[in-house]
């Protein structure tokens, strides 16, 4: 199993900087791709960002030039550096990722969320 546990939510004026950290353990052989959700008020679940096993990333469109996803393999850790935040970015902010056991086949894992609050 993997446990997923993210950190650096809080609260943050429009246009500040907010950086997100997600620390993977457990048992595993390798984490393929990581990726940030986030949850909007009372909107359904929308995918960030994602960086795969080599490096490539994704982003939406609205986080596109504003957001940065990046990932520490050797600490099987992934970050989301968000700049230019806006009360719109205001959401729960989900890590995911997906890993593989010895024997097992790949499986999805989430984190417990972390709360990420722009005001104007």
């Known amino acids: 199993q993997v446990q997923l546990v993210e950190s650096g939510g809080g609260l943050v004026q429009a246009g500040g900087s907010l950086r997100l950290s997600c620390a993977a353990s457990?048992?595993?052989?390798?984490?393929?791709?990581m990726a940030w959700y986030r949850q909007p008020p009372g909107k359904q679940r929308e995918l960030v960002a994602v960086?795969?096993?080599?490096?490539?990333?994704n982003y939406a469109d609205s986080v596109k030039d504003r957001f940065i996803i990046s990932r520490d393999s050797a600490k099987n850790t992934v970050y989301l550096q968000m700049n230019g935040l806006k009360p719109s970015d205001t959401a729960d902010y989900y890590c995911?990722?997906?890993?593989?056991?010895?024997?097992?086949?790949?499986?999805?894992?989430w984190g417990q969320g972390t709360q990420v609050t722009v005001s104007s």
């Open positions: 457990g048992s595993f052989v390798r984490i393929n791709n």
């Open positions: 960086v795969t096993s080599v490096g490539s990333t």
């Open positions: 995911n990722a997906y890993a593989v056991g010895r024997f097992g086949p790949q499986r999805q894992y």
